[in-house]
Nanobody, 119 residues
Framework: QVQLVESGGGLVQAGESLRLSCLVS????????MGWYRQAPGKERELVAT??????NYADSVKGRFTISRSNNKNMVLLQMSSLKPDDTAVYYC??????????????WGQGTQVTVSS
């Protein structure tokens, strides 16, 4: 059983920072692409940032403000968010592609963590 557990969300004022963490656990033999997505009320879920073999990709709306990284043992993905804006308010979801021992690749989602930025 693969689990993704996010933490670090909260309520901040515009201009402040937050760091989100996502811990991936389970009987995992390989890690693939990992990333963060977000969904604001009334909107579709959108990509925020991804990281694959050290190569990062960001949505235009967060470039220069957010930084995605992974832990050395690759089972944790972090999202450092700076200069937060009210438009960043959303539920943030962690996503990971992993392969369990004896299984094929699958993609998993975390339960989401709320980020609220007040003006």
């Amino acid at each position: 059983q693969v689990q993704l557990v996010e933490s670090g969300g909260g309520l901040v004022q515009a201009g402040e920072s937050l760091r989100l963490s996502c811990l991936v656990s389970g009987s995992i033999s390989s890690f693939g692409n990992m990333g963060w997505y977000r969904q604001a009320p009334g909107k579709e879920r959108e990509l925020v940032a991804t990281i694959t073999s050290g190569v990062t990709n960001y949505a235009d709306s967060v470039k220069g403000r957010f930084t995605i990284s992974r832990s050395n043992n690759k089972n944790m993905v972090l999202l450092q968010m700076s200069s937060l804006k009210p438009d960043d308010t959303a539920v943030y979801y962690c996503n990971a592609a992993v392969r369990q021992y004896g299984s094929s690749w699958s993609t998993y989602w975390g339960q989401g963590t709320q980020v609220t930025v007040s003006s």
